[in-house]
């Protein structure tokens, strides 16, 4: 179906495939095999792990520091935490919640697209949080449930995107 395999592989492998063994799952185990260390452990067992997220970026206006420590602060409800010495050159407020920190960063230029990149937050009443947020004069903008987690977005007050969901599901 696919022809032989050339003569390299089949000396780095060992293996010499009929006619049969030739098919797209055969080459899939094959490739398997060649990405596979001599030891025979998994390729997942010797990839680096992410373990978790540590933080979330968001950026808005150097001058709407004050602004986005109200939102975030005040209609959020975020606690504030001291930012290290070596940022205190340039505007930003730190935020953290669990063992996420959210950090957001003041700079003289805003990327022009309010594009979909966002954090998403985990909440514990979605309708307690939308009712909230109405009375704050936040406008939300539902979502389809995703894996059993009910959720909406917001924006700040620079138009970054915001994603409120709950647990859900695995």
Known sequence: MFGELPHEWRALTGLHLDRRQR????Y????RRLTRPASGARYTD??????????????????????????YSTVLGLTETPRPPETADRPGIWYTFGDTELHIQGREHMPDEKGDRHPALVIDDVDAWKAHLAAAGV??????????????????????LIELTTEGTP
């Not at 098919?23 to 055969?26: D, I, S, Y």
């Not at 899939?28 to 490739?31: E, P, V």
């Not at 997220?53 to 968001?58: D, E, M």
């Open 23 to 26: 098919t797209l799952l055969g």
């Open 28 to 31: 899939r185990a094959l490739l």
């Open 46 to 71: 010797i990839v680096p792990k992410i373990m978790r997220l540590q933080h979330v970026a968001v950026t808005v206006p150097a001058a709407g520091i004050e602004r986005a420590r109200h939102f």
């Open 139 to 160: 406008e939300t903008i539902d979502q389809p449930t995703l894996f059993g987690r009910r959720r909406f977005n917001i924006r700040d007050p620079f138009g970054n």
